[in-house]
């Protein structure tokens, strides 16, 4: 059983964090502390400024919005959104918050994958704490 949880959560179509949340009630202790962690992507440059002024921000507050709605399913659940690269912002958050655990979903891997590697690939292989898959 474990206390501090993160769950990074991911808002694209074919993603489902409700598995993920099953899974960390299911390993929680009662007062267990469980973070959902959205990672914002950094814009590049050049992409900017095609972009509307009040999108990033109308995004983030969009996010934070269904973080918190989630968060509120959970006891002692927090939402927190992040800029950066995924795998290295949900490493170096699970360290900052002391996670025990991560619970990541992972999708089929393509071809790219194996060449690149996935997000949930870098945290399974990096991260100092438990990490449960979900697939």
Do not use: W
């Not at 502390?33 to 002024?53: C, D, G, R, W």
């Not at 912002?89 to 619970?103: K, M, N, P």
Request: glycine fraction near 6%.
């Amino acid at each position: 059983m474990y206390r501090n949880i993160l769950i990074p959560v991911s808002f694209d179509e074919d993603r489902d964090v409700k598995g993920a949340l099953e899974v960390a009630r299911a390993l929680s202790i009662e007062s267990a502390k469980i973070t959902l962690l959205h990672v914002m992507e950094q814009m590049p440059t050049y992409a900017i400024s095609y972009i509307p002024e009040d999108y990033l921000q109308e995004s983030r507050k969009a996010i934070n919005t269904e973080l918190a709605k989630m968060a509120s399913t959970l006891p002692n659940g927090e939402g927190v959104l992040r800029e950066g690269h995924s795998g290295r912002t949900i490493l170096d958050f699970a360290s900052e918050i002391g996670a025990d655990c991560i619970v990541i979903a992972s999708h089929r891997p393509g071809m790219q994958d194996y060449l690149l590697g996935s997000t949930a690939h870098q945290v399974v292989r990096h991260a100092r704490c438990s990490v449960h898959v979900l697939r």
